[in-house]
C-alpha cells in the first residue's frame, strides 16, 4: 500500500486509538480442503464457463455464498467466480455481503474479492463485545496485504464511533483505519459519541 501523507498518518493513528476495529483472523491455508455445493451446475461451452445455483464454497472457515455463480472452472489454483443474488462472504473474520461479487483463486485460497451493488455492507465482532458495521459503494478485500478497502460513500461505526469518508482503508494485521488524502481533496469526518452521563451527586441525608 502506498505511504500516507502526514496528515492521513495524524488521522490512522487517532482512528486506530477511537475506533479499534479488531479482525480475529483465521485464514484459510492451501492445505486446507474445499467443498463446493450447488443446488444445479451446468457447463456453457460458448464461454467455456461454469454456470451454478444456489453455491455455497467452504474452506475452514471461509464460506462463498451467492444464489448464482459463474467461474472460469473448478481449478482453484487459478479461477475467477462472478457472483450475484444474496452474495455473502466470510473471509479472515469478517463478513461481507450484497448483490455481486467477483472473487478470485489463487493458489487454492481467495486472493482478492470485489463487492458491489445493492445494500454493500461489511460487518465484523471485535474483540472488546461490540459490534463493527460498515458500507459502501464497493468494498475490496485483498488477502496478500491483509485489508479491506470500503470506498464510495463509506462508512465505519463500531456503534458509538462513526467514521466517514470517500475511502476507508482498514489494515487487519496493524488493526488500524486509514482516511483522507489531501493531494487528491479527500475528508473524513469523524462523530463521536460520548458515554450517557451518570447522576454522581450526592443527596444530602434526611
Known amino acids: ?12 493513528g487517532y482512528l486506530a486509538c477511537i475506533a479499534p476495529f479488531a479482525w480475529a483472523q483465521s485464514p484459510a491455508t492451501q492445505s486446507a480442503e474445499i467443498v463446493l455445493d450447488a443446488a444445479s451446475s451446468e457447463m456453457d461451452y460458448r464461454t467455456n ?12 472457515s471461509t464460506r462463498v455464498k451467492a444464489e448464482r455463480a459463474r467461474s472460469t472452472g473448478l481449478d482453484f ?24 461479487a467477483t472473487v478470485i483463486f489463487r493458489d487454492n485460497r481467495v ?3 470485489t463487492i458491489r451493488g445493492e445494500n454493500t455492507e461489511f460487518e465484523q ?3 472488546n463485545g461490540k459490534r463493527a458495521s460498515g458500507k459502501a459503494r464497493e468494498i475490496l478485500y485483498d488477502s496478500a496485504s ?10 465505519l461505526s ?7 469518508g470517500d475511502k476507508l482503508v482498514y489494515d487487519l494485521a496493524a488493526e488500524r483505519v486509514s482516511a483522507g488524502n489531501t493531494a487528491a481533496g479527500d475528508r473524513v469526518r469523524i462523530t463521536i459519541r460520548p458515554p450517557a452521563e451518570t447522576n454522581t ?3 444530602p441525608p434526611r
Open 1 to 12: 500500500m502506498a505511504a500516507l501523507r502526514p496528515n492521513a498518518l495524524l488521522i490512522s
Open 49 to 60: 464457463t461454469l454456470l451454478f445455483q444456489d453455491l455455497l464454497i467452504t474452506q475452514g
Open 77 to 100: 489454483a487459478a479461477s475467477s467466480w462472478t457472483l450475484s443474488g444474496g452474495v455473502r462472504l466470510e473471509l479472515d473474520g469478517g463478513v461481507m455481503s450484497s448483490s455481486e
Open 111 to 113: 486472493l482478492s474479492a
Open 125 to 127: 465482532q471485535l474483540r
Open 146 to 155: 491483509a485489508t479491506v478497502i470500503l470506498q464510495g460513500d463509506a462508512l
Open 158 to 164: 463500531d456503534g458509538r464511533n462513526d467514521i466517514r
Open 201 to 203: 451527586s450526592v443527596r
